[in-house]
């Protein structure tokens, strides 16, 4: 009887027991360019939640402090920021778009998302507070692919002068964008960072948020294309704005396995990049640069950043 129970059970467990959902063959005729780069469907990485933060209280406030920071894209541990650049005009990889592509597509509405587009503010050299107007579509589009001439340029002849055609009437190009005056995107290798470090007393930690990011391009003279050693900080964005966008932008993965996904959000949040502070609040509003030159600048951004490892040292008792 024992028997006969335990085999009829078994029965009864095999027939409504499950196993683990099978996964769905690949598909070889789908046509999503996406989909045919994959041999697996990789739909759980199209839209992530963005990291959740603590509330913060002015009164837990025991201390604060903002900070400017400069990423050089040339050091290796920065490069997902700066790759991939276009394979060639117009054409980039399926799956990824360096960090200024990104900023920009959202900018302009070239993603084609509803709902996702983030301001920017110009005049970046003299403000990085967010207090003019943001600029529409049309100026940042002008201020990186070149102003657009509704009226084409003289073309002049092989003497300098101004063409004319058979009638006596001025020969133009046609109309267009200045190229001479546009951004090349691979010269942009440096991009700044505002951020608001604080002690919160609730939680008893020194933590930090990014408040703003600056793409610097450099600078080219536009008749002979030489680089002029200058830096040109091109607009700011509001960090907080941009992560809806950068949540979902993926980023190579330096480890070089690309079964974990990186986000721009998530290299930003868990400070996976190398910097270089380049101011503090101060009473002067100085930067570095403006009271120290070389080594010195260096030392300066390190005795900053020592600084404030210090402060949440010494709240401790050992």
């Known amino acids: 009887m024992k028997k006969i129970f335990l085999i009829t059970f078994s029965l009864f467990l095999v027939h409504f027991s499950h196993g683990q959902e099978i996964i769905a063959p690949f598909k070889e005729d789908s046509e999503d360019p996406q989909k045919m780069n994959y041999v697996y469907d990789r739909a759980q990485h199209n839209e992530r939640e963005k990291v959740q933060l603590s509330k913060i209280r002015e009164a837990d ?106 009638n006596g009437n001025l020969v133009r190009y046609a109309p267009g964008r200045d190229e001479a005056m546009a951004i090349n995107k691979k010269d942009i290798k440096k991009w700044r960072v505002k951020e608001h470090w604080f002690f ?57 396995n690309e079964a974990e996904n990186k986000t721009y959000e998530d290299i930003f949040m868990k400070r996976m990049f190398a910097s270089t502070i380049t101011k503090e609040g101060n009473v002067q509003n100085r930067a570095i640069a403006d009271y120290m030159v070389g080594l010195d600048a260096i030392l300066e951004a390190e005795r900053i950043k020592e600084e404030i490892f210090n402060i949440e040292h010494d709240l401790w008792e050992y």
């Open 200 to 256: 919160d007393k609730q939680r008893s930690v020194m933590d930090v948020r990014i408040i703003g990011l600056c793409p610097v391009v450099d600078g080219r003279d536009p008749v002979t294309k030489e680089f002029t050693g200058e830096e040109i900080p091109l607009f700011w964005v509001y960090f907080p704005e941009c992560r809806k966008v950068l949540k979902n932008a993926l980023a190579f993965n330096m480890a070089k």
């Open 61 to 166: 406030m025991m201390w604060s402090r903002k900070i400017w920071r400069e990423i050089d894209l040339r050091q290796r541990v920065n490069f997902p920021l700066y790759y991939p650049q276009e394979i060639r005009k117009g054409v980039r990889t399926i799956d990824r778009k360096n960090l200024f592509d990104v900023l920009y597509d959202a900018a302009v509405g070239n993603d084609g998302k509803d709902g996702e587009s983030i301001r920017v503010w110009g005049e970046a050299k003299d403000d990085d507070e967010f207090r003019g107007p943001w600029l529409s579509k049309s100026e940042i589009e002008d201020l990186i692919l070149g102003a657009y001439e509704e009226v084409g340029q003289i073309i002049e002849n092989r003497d300098g002068e101004d063409s004319v055609d058979v």
